[in-house]
């Protein structure tokens, strides 16, 4: 059993099914007693039918990633337990539901041809004759405890209290998984009802009905005796202040408005999109918080601040960019966000702000490519587009956070940029950093000063006419920056346009111009480098001579940090160099930390883009790469393996991973 911190909880179910909810209201329960929570969430692309997972991560201490490895599957369909059943720990518990014991496993239509062949060959057998039951063999074989559940009965009961018939109550499958889980562990039955209360947002006959199905599942759990012979048990936490549970998505949208952002475009895209349904759900809000609240509290009622925003849907992603880059240049803090195949629409209109030397700012979050690719898995393989994408040359910040709360202050602080620099932004994400959810304490919004750069007022303008001086919107300056006014101000004339320009906006062709007008935006990314302190461009963990180091951007930095203590404890001293800023890439600092050591790269993509780049800017090359692209998120347990491959001279050159497939 690899020896990682707190336990790992496991969902399974058909997609429409309520997976997501159920996963709700289990982080909310542990959220309640004062647990740290992380929760990985994996889902097909169409609407219902596929299998859809969620693996929760859970501990008394803050845990910042997902283990693979299960100590607790509860499954309310059979087709979890074809897939999953032998990732348990020894001594894990599989619940699942008795009257799927004898469905086969050539039923099941949404398992992969692929996988079923693997299944059957594993057992011995033709793929038309492996039931459920050989699964369940195998798995109490490896040492995981099987614990059947009567759904029916359970549901039986709740059906004779309540008037509900059997098919409406089948909807309430994702409360009985999660309830049979709480009440293994001895959760208590009214903690369980307060969470599920403060998910169904106090809807007394939702929250009632859920409620009795709860009850009745422990009753079950109980009489059957499998809560004394679980080894895993939950406590309540002694905790002073409350625990927030959010995702990606929404400590984005709520950067957004802690940044001052009052104008958001989108056209739909996974996993962009809930970034936006969000903003729309809170467009004028009262963010205040009070004692009464949950002590889960709402995702939309953690800022002491009141503020507006506009949503605007439009109707293609060119639509999105010129739209908030309009906005932007009446002085609105404006933003577009989305992935892969919408930022490949809006390349015409990032250079076009380009050109204009617009502050807008684009959130995109990575998954799995080319074309539509794989729109509900993640991959980090838009490094190289997003520094490069549109054509000739301009510049931009290109910003990776590398979890969900970093997500928030880099939110703010890429507003920051783009108008203190006057340049596109583009915050570098991921699908996996957009749906997992993690509980912290708090979102600091002092953290982080609104910084707007620049702006010349009415009477500024005035004291130039004065002096018979001409507004130049694209004057030559020593820095670059040239003084911006909003659109529509008094005073101040000038054009935009998609072609080279003079100082006024004219468009010209002249050589001289054209060469000092280049020199002129691209000295701002000499500006950046001098001005943004270090700490927001990259940052080191561990000691300063480690025995190995490892180099990541991005969503790995939780699994890598959690690792880092792992190997702790097993007298291996890991550094960690995480680059947050990767364009202007901050090349001399990168370089004075990796220095002559043993270094890997570590990605979710399959050419190890940042390990590239790091090549080219300073000329050192990885000594090992460990990368992952099967559209799944690299597994803490799964990088345990490999760094420890390489830490005793075991590893190839370059490993792929390959957990989820």
Request: aromatic fraction near 10%.
């Amino acid at each position: 059993m690899l020896n990682f911190r707190g336990h790992s909880w496991l969902i399974g179910g058909a997609q429409g099914t309520g997976i997501e909810r159920g996963a709700s209201i289990f982080t909310s329960a542990l959220a309640l007693w004062g647990y740290r929570v992380f929760g990985k969430r994996e889902y097909y692309s169409n609407i219902m039918g596929e299998h859809s997972y969620y693996y929760v991560r859970f501990d008394e201490r803050p845990v910042h990633s997902h283990i693979e490895r299960y100590h607790i599957l509860t499954a309310y369909d059979a087709e979890t337990v074809f897939r999953h059943s032998l990732e348990g720990v020894e001594g894990a518990a599989l619940l699942f539901n008795q009257a799927h014991k004898s469905t086969k496993l050539a039923s099941i239509h949404t398992i992969e041809e692929r996988l079923a062949e693997d299944i059957a060959k594993r057992l011995g057998k033709q793929v038309k004759d492996v039931l459920l039951s050989d699964i369940l063999e195998e798995a109490e074989s490896y040492g995981i405890k099987v614990y059947p559940l009567d759904y029916n009965e359970i549901l039986s009961k709740v059906a004779s209290k309540t008037k509900e018939t059997m098919v409406s109550l089948a909807r309430t499958n994702n409360v009985v998984a999660v309830s049979a889980s709480l009440a293994l562990m001895g959760y208590e039955l009214d903690s369980l009802i307060e969470a599920i209360s403060y998910v169904f947002e106090n809807k007394k006959r939702v929250v009632d009905l859920n409620a009795a199905v709860a009850e009745a599942t422990y009753e079950h759990v109980r009489s059957k005796g499998y809560d004394t012979s679980f080894a895993i048990k939950l406590r309540k936490l002694n905790r002073n202040g409350k625990l927030l549970l959010v995702n990606g998505n929404q400590t984005v949208a709520l950067g957004k408005l802690v940044a001052g952002c009052r104008f958001q475009t989108y056209y739909p895209i996974t996993p962009a999109s809930d970034e936006s349904f969000f903003l729309e759900d809170n467009e004028i809000i009262d963010l205040q918080v009070t004692q009464e609240d949950f002590p889960v509290i709402q995702e939309s009622k953690i800022l002491d601040s009141t503020g507006s925003i506009v949503v605007f849907q439009t109707e293609d992603e060119i639509a999105a960019i010129t739209a908030a880059t309009g906005a932007a240049l009446t002085g609105v803090r404006a933003s577009t966000s989305t992935s892969g195949p919408g930022l490949s629409l809006m390349v015409e209109g990032l250079g076009w702000a380009g050109m204009n030397e617009v502050p807008v700012v684009v959130v995109h979050y990575q998954r799995g490519g080319p074309s539509t690719g794989l729109p509900t898995r993640t991959e980090q393989g838009d490094l190289r587009f997003v520094i490069h994408a549109g054509h000739g040359e301009f510049p931009r910040v290109v910003l990776a956070s590398g979890d969900i709360e970093e997500a928030f202050y880099d939110t703010i602080r890429a507003f920051n940029y783009a108008e203190k620099y006057q340049l596109p932004v583009i915050l570098l994400l991921d699908k996996y950093i957009a749906n997992s959810l993690v509980s912290i304490e708090k979102l600091d919004v002092k953290k982080v000063k609104i910084e707007r750069g620049e702006v010349l007022s009415e009477e500024d303008l005035l004291k130039l006419k004065s002096l018979n001086e001409e507004y130049k919107r694209f004057k030559f300056t020593e820095t670059g920056v040239s003084p911006r006014v909003f659109a529509g101000t008094k005073h101040a004339v000038y054009w935009a346009t998609g072609d080279e320009h003079d100082e006024a906006g004219h468009i010209t062709e002249d050589p001289v111009l054209r060469q000092k007008m280049m020199e002129k935006r691209m000295s701002k990314l000499n500006l950046i480098e001098k001005e943004v302190p270090i700490d927001e461009r990259a940052k080191y963990f561990g000691p300063e001579n480690p025995d190995l180091l490892l180099v990541s951007w991005g969503s790995t930095k939780g699994t890598i940090l959690d690792l880092m203590e792992t190997m702790s404890k097993e007298g291996h001293n890991l550094g960690f160099l995480q680059i947050r800023m990767v364009h202007p890439f901050p090349e001399n600092f990168v370089s004075s930390i990796i220095g002559n050591k043993k270094w890997v790269i570590v990605e979710n993509n399959y050419s190890a883009q940042l390990g590239g780049l790091i090549r080219e800017k300073t000329g050192f090359v990885p000594t090992y790469q460990i990368v992952k692209y099967n559209g799944r998120q690299i597994s803490l347990d799964e990088l345990y393996i490999a760094v420890k491959r390489v830490i005793f001279g075991q590893a190839p050159k370059r490993q792929v991973l390959t957990n989820g497939a």
